[in-house]
């Protein structure tokens, strides 16, 4: 679209979200305030906002507050005399709070929500304009609805890989002009300030658990490496010591409840996050978009968007507890390879008592039959005396032959003695 | 902390092969693996995995880069400087920053 004759009026509405912690709303708009009067020389107060002029431009900036975050609004109106890649690569970025100069601290708006309102005659104007919108924002645009009136197109994020909470909306009365039409985009701008503050909530989520994503994935790599590595000294030759098998049970036991409390502590993130997105459904339940021609609704695709930044922390949910099942996994081998060296231990120690009752059960026949060779020597030297008196020249003889009778007896006595036994 | 390390240790310290020890023993109190090593004039430490300050954040629902810049930072630096004074540690990436790894360098 060349000439400014051919340009529809244009407004856009510009809603940045952040939080300044511990400030409150009157101080944070004195800072941008100061930090617009040194970047621009026309500024002017008008009640609640500031008044900017750049060039031929007005702009009007508020900054309000709601649910602790603060929404810096800044409102310009073209008129028919622009154009729209200069608007597009410049204007836009006139008041991003990330750039408003050294004065105001830098601020990293959680969500920023940029409407673009041309004004068209009808339904099919409005999504051609839509279209041309979607072009020179290098953005396409998956849906088109009816909302209060008005066409409404969000175009998709630019990149789809990383989560972006930047949102750029078109949206074009039809029908109606005048005070009717401000009235009916104004009732449209004021439920996208609330998805704007919502997305906010969802970003700041995000951004806090966004660090302990991406530390996911080397701890994933340390517990895999770690835990193999005691799987192959479990089942290698090298019996492991009672040293490394402490080691590696405290090493997994210390895993164990820090995977435990990143899974508690992300359940409570999903949780929140859910509710978010819930309360964003709401949201666009309230803009009741009516489906145009054969679109598919912005509703639609926004919510499987917003559905889509709950999945992170689910794959952190599910990564997690794979890792912890492999930590308990190790756990119950490592006790399983404790009690076989138990049983190990436990046989070799009833092999050994048993060779020592084989010993000791030996000793004591050995020590029976010395005994029985006592009495039967005790016998034999008995009998020689009793011999030697009586029968003095035979008494050899008669002590020889006494000497298996003295066996016999004592064999005797000795059964006697260990009858009981 | 840094002088129970160097009695532990028996080490005297002032010298960067001992920073270097002191540091691997402290990885080894909490659970981490040692990796600080002598690099020409250098110590360099590399922290991958879970972290007990990774814990604490996510236990006590504070952010990690603040835990990280006003607890775990200058406790090692601190440990560090015992074993060797003047020593100065700086961060060549971060894990609460997003980074794959916490990668310290400590020099004179």
Not at chain 1, 50 to 67: A, M, N, P, Q, Y
Not at chain 1, 282 to 309: A, I, K
Not at chain 1, 383 to 397: K, M, N, Q, T, Y
Not at chain 2, 28 to 43: I, W
Request: with cysteine; hydrophobic share 40%.
């Amino acid at each position: 679209m060349q000439g400014s004759e051919t340009h529809p009026p244009l407004s856009i509405v510009k809603m940045q979200v952040f939080q300044c912690d511990g400030k409150a709303k009157d101080a944070v708009a004195d800072e941008i305030a100061e930090a617009l009067t040194r970047r621009f020389e026309k500024v002017a107060v008008s009640g609640d906002s500031l008044e900017v002029s750049f060039g031929k431009i007005r702009h009007r900036l508020t900054v309000d507050e709601s649910s602790g975050f603060f929404v810096l609004r800044s409102n310009t109106d073209y008129g028919r005399d622009y154009e729209l890649d200069a608007v597009i690569k410049n204007d836009l970025r006139l008041f991003d709070i990330t750039d408003l100069g050294p004065s105001l601290p830098a601020l990293n708006p959680l969500s920023t929500f940029t409407v673009f309102m041309p004004v068209a005659e009808d339904e099919h104007v409005a999504v051609s304009l839509a279209e041309e919108y979607s072009r020179h924002l290098s953005r396409p645009k998956p849906g088109i609805g009816i909302v209060r009136e008005s066409v409404l197109s969000i175009l998709e994020p630019e990149n789809e890989e990383k989560e972006s909470f930047d949102r750029y909306y078109f949206l074009s009365p039809i029908h109606v002009v005048g005070e009717e039409a401000e009235k009916r985009v104004e009732s449209v701008l004021s439920e996208i300030r609330h998805l704007a503050i919502h997305t906010a909530e969802l970003s700041k989520l995000y951004n806090s658990c966004q660090s302990f994503f991406s530390a996911l994935e080397t701890g994933e790599m340390e517990v895999k490496e770690k835990t193999e590595d005691f799987l192959f000294k479990l089942i290698g030759p090298e019996p492991a010591g009672l040293e490394s098998l402490e080691s590696w049970l405290r090493y997994i036991m210390e895993r164990e409840a820090t995977i435990t409390t990143m899974i508690g502590t992300m359940q409570g993130n999903r949780l929140e996050a859910k509710l978010i997105v819930s309360k964003l459904d709401s949201l666009f339940r309230r803009l009741n978009e009516v489906r145009f021609e054969g679109y598919p609704t912005n509703t639609e695709l926004e919510l499987d968007g917003y559905r889509g930044s709950i999945e992170p922390f689910e794959r952190y949910i599910v990564r997690s507890e794979a890792m912890k099942t492999r930590l308990e996994t190790i756990m119950d081998e490592v006790r399983t390879y404790l009690s076989l060296q138990q049983q190990k231990t436990s046989i070799e120690e009833q092999k050994a008592s048993k060779e020592q009752l084989i010993r000791l059960v030996n000793l004591q026949e050995i020590l029976h039959k010395l005994e029985i060779l006592i009495v039967a020597f005790y016998l034999t030297e008995m009998a020689r005396i009793v011999f030697e008196p009586v029968f003095h020249d035979a008494a050899g003889l008669l002590t020889a032959a006494f000497i298996p009778f003295a066996l016999i007896i004592s064999v005797g006595v000795g059964r006697l003695l260990h009858r009981e036994h | 902390m840094g002088r129970g390390f160097l009695r532990k240790l028996d080490v005297k310290g002032g010298n960067l092969a001992d920073v270097a020890a002191v540091l691997n023993e402290f990885q080894r109190s909490v659970q981490g693996e040692p990796s600080a090593k002598v690099e020409g004039n250098k110590v360099t430490m590399r922290c991958a995995g879970f972290c007990p300050i990774m814990r604490a954040a996510l236990t006590l629902n504070i952010p990690w880069i603040w835990l990280d810049t006003n607890y775990a930072l200058p406790v090692i630096e601190g440990v560090a400087s015992i074993v060797m004074p003047g020593i100065k540690m700086r961060l060549a990436s971060m894990k609460s920053r997003g980074d794959s790894a916490c990668v310290y360098i400590f020099e004179l």
